[in-house]
């Protein structure tokens, strides 16, 4: 798809549009200085030169878009009040501070274009003491799906092509970042949110790591292909966008975290899940990891992770690591990877040293397996 054709899907998006108009109107007074992070074709300048703003700074990397938003700028008498700006918000100072700062660089599941970074760096270097930041928080929400879309993707790798066995791939696809629409039906519990992000409030440096515990019951029988994820938006107080299942529908899909191989779950079975995510300002480090608890069957724990992506050479190398329990954990294994102990010793070590946080030696299991995984 052309850059123009993916902003069109996002300018022809009414339910993103109509509210960041609102939040834009509501927030942004005469006179006020406007910054739009990620300015793309200019709609959320032009709402602020709508609302008033005295001047209005609308900041994007890729030039060829600036050219454009500067025509149509022209076109609609904001030229004289938009300054476009054809660089990375990062790179750049300003020539006087900001009332309102407003971005639109929200991905499938809010974090993947780097919002945090982006605002924690703007909001420190240009936000006028009380200025106000759009969009104020952003709450990431997950459930457990059953996707018979996101179960084909995987499987298409289970088979032969051209007399090729592709099996070896599976792995690889169930390790990707993926995203599509799943409806209210596919979902197998009741959501629960996995982290909230206060946007207007942070501070540098922005948190390197998300990560959370949850747990579902099901709520109906049917097959575990993996974990939806959306989220929910306070642009100002009283404007939100979601972009939830079965909400009015936007340009965004929801992302899916999938297990190569889908577990059959009847209602009530219980699933925990430990959910991560590594943000550098460049890439996000994701990883799913977790365990069916099925009555009367065996338990069935699944562990999937983004890292390859990274290890692929994505990493940057002045991100700092965060040092969260998998880092405790390969610090603790790593004496004792001699060649000669199994994961299972391993991880009874993991356990003595981690009471707490290794109740059962399938979680254990499960963090060794990532750090062994990493290291070879
Ligand atoms: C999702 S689009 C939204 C465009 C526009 N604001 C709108 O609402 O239609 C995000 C845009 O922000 C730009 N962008 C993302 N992060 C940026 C940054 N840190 N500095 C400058 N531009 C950025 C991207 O190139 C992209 O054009």
Not at 239 to 265: C, D, N, R, S, Y
């Given at each position: 798809m052309s850059l123009l054709a993916a902003h069109a899907i996002m300018l022809a998006d009414g339910v993103r549009g109509s509210a960041y108009r609102d939040a834009i109107h509501a927030a942004v007074r005469p006179g006020d200085v406007v910054v739009d992070l990620g300015t793309g074709t200019g709609l959320l300048a032009f709402f602020a030169c709508q609302a008033g703003a005295r001047r209005v700074f609308a900041i994007e990397r890729d030039a060829s878009l600036v050219g454009l938003a500067g025509a149509v700028a022209r076109a609609n008498g904001c030229a004289d009040v938009i300054t476009f700006v054809a660089a990375t918000s990062a790179a750049i100072e300003l020539p006087e501070p900001a009332d309102v700062i407003v971005t639109e660089t929200l991905g499938h599941f809010a974090l993947e274009e780097q919002i945090v970074h982006a605002l924690a760096d703007a909001r420190a270097r240009w936000l006028k003491p009380g200025g106000r930041i759009i969009p104020a928080d952003v709450t990431l929400v997950v459930a457990p799906v059953d996707s018979a879309e996101s179960a084909r993707r995987i499987a298409f790798w289970g088979g032969e092509r051209f007399g090729i066995d592709f099996r070896a791939a599976r792995r690889w696809a169930a390790d990707a970042f993926d995203a599509i629409c799943v409806t209210p039906d596919d979902l197998l519990a009741s959501p629960q949110p996995f982290v909230s992000v206060r946007l207007d409030t942070l501070r540098l440096p922005p948190p390197a790591c998300w990560a959370g515990e949850?747990?579902?019951?099901?709520?109906?029988?049917?097959?575990?292909?993996?974990?939806?994820?959306?989220?929910?938006?306070?642009?100002?107080?009283?404007?939100?966008?979601?972009?939830?299942?079965?909400?009015?529908?936007?340009?965004?899909?929801?992302?899916?975290?999938?297990?190569?191989?889908?577990?059959?779950?009847?209602?009530?079975?219980?699933?925990?899940?430990?959910?991560?995510?590594?943000?550098?300002?460049r890439s996000v480090v994701w990883s799913w990891r977790g365990e069916v608890e099925r009555p009367r069957r065996a338990r069935v724990a699944f562990d999937h992770s983004t890292i390859d992506e990274v290890t692929a050479g994505r990493a940057s190398q002045t991100a700092v690591p965060a040092a969260t329990p998998l880092f405790e954990a390969a610090a603790a294994a790593a004496p004792h990877l001699d060649g000669t102990t199994t994961v299972g010793e391993l991880a009874e070590r993991l356990r003595l040293r981690f009471p707490d946080r290794y109740p059962s030696l399938a979680r254990a299991v499960a963090d060794v397996a990532l750090v062994v995984r990493a290291l070879a």
């Open positions: 949850l747990a579902f019951e099901m709520r109906r029988p049917g097959h575990l292909s993996g974990l939806a994820g959306w989220f929910e938006a306070t642009l100002v107080p009283g404007v939100q966008l979601t972009t939830a299942p079965g909400a009015p529908g936007t340009h965004w899909k929801h992302a899916v975290f999938a297990l190569e191989t889908p577990i059959g779950v009847e209602a009530g079975d219980r699933l925990t899940v430990a959910l991560g995510a590594l943000v550098d300002g």
